[in-house]
């Protein structure tokens, strides 16, 4: 329908000969149906099981089990307490979802001299990974301050750092935005990574849903994975890792890991570009 109005449009704006007709309907056919076809699919999704199987052999594991008495690797909130515990019980033990080291990897692999965490929270992934300069958003002089920076990711702070970072992760900071804004969340993070470096970002899908409810409503969940595969594809970057994960329950099943899971080798020098595209 989009491509029949716009080939029409264009017909009659600017009264082209019959011939351009045809090459106007093929051109306007061919981008809308690339658009239509071109989702991002997975690429090197989270294995639970392999995961564990490699993780457990580290020292990192043995340093994460001496602090946590539960270590998931599954859906953090979905793992457990359905079958051995009560929720209550569940919420009582100290339980510490490793999945983002799976991902971390990726940029640990790389061995620069420091990584940054974006929306760092609690920062206690600094822990396991010393490099690692937290940036919090919270009030500085609050107990709920542990950054190692403090800075809020704005449309100034992404402007004041194109190209800056050499290693850089977000776990579920930078989604209070409608959903809309997607690919703009993305290619604002992107923007911010150094030429060649690695970054690893990490959604919620339901904080940007909830924030575009009116738009967003009518669509089944299939419609809006369709979406959000649609919206991350073509980003300039070569993905290590692309993964979405909306089942069994894509309204619980990330308040801490986040659905939508994106490790990019930034491979191009595209600077602020990204801020118009
Ligand atoms: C769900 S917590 C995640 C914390 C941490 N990344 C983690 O995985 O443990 C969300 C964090 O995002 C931070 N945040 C929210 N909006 C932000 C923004 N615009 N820029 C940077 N951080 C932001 C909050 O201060 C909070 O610490």
Known sequence: MITLC???????????????WILAWLFTTTFYQHKANNMQPDINRYNPEKFKNYFVTTELYKKLQEDHKILTFGHALLDIYPTDMTTRQWMAHGNFSVIAFYYLEFLTNQNTSVIYDLGCGWNIFKKYIPNIIGIGEENPKSQY?????????????????????????????????????????????????KPDSYGFLALNLSRMYERDYEKFKNYSQEEIENFVRGELSDLPVDYKVFEINLTPTWQVDSVVDGNIRLVCHKTVNYGSLALTL
């Open 6 to 20: 716009l080939c029409l449009a264009i017909q009659v704006d600017f009264r082209l000969p019959r011939s351009q």
């Open 145 to 193: 301050y542990f950054g190692d920076i403090h800075g809020r990711v704005d449309q100034n702070y992404v402007q004041q750092h194109q190209n800056y970072f050499e290693s850089l992760f977000s776990i579920n900071a930078l989604h209070f935005r409608p959903l809309r804004e997607l690919r703009q969340i993305a290619l604002e993070f992107i923007s911010m990574m």
